[in-house]
């Protein structure tokens, strides 16, 4: 009974997958479509590389710990809050 269980989930993710491929944000920039997690990670790039260049203008970069965690992990955080912001409908 098991492998009928594990084939059975295997099978709805395959198809819940496929079907809610399209559930994607658009936003048109300049006639052309694009995901809005493009411009979500864009943007967080930049708002990350700004909040990081305040840290180390005002020396308190070297008070958050190693920058190779740090960085990305900021440039996560501010993806997810400006996709909170503007797509979270």
């Not at 491929?21 to 967080?44: K, N, Q, R, Y």
């Amino acid at each position: 009974m098991k492998p009928i269980a594990t084939l059975t989930q295997t099978v709805m993710a395959l198809v819940s997958s496929l079907l809610l491929t399209a559930c994607d944000p658009m936003v048109s920039l300049e006639g052309s479509f694009w995901p809005a997690w493009i411009i979500c990670i864009l943007a967080g790039l930049a708002t990350s590389m700004l909040l990081m260049w305040q840290f180390i203008r005002l020396h308190l970069a070297p008070y958050l710990g190693p920058p190779l965690l740090i960085a990305p992990s900021l440039w996560a955080l501010c993806s997810f809050v400006i996709w909170l912001l503007f797509y979270s409908h």
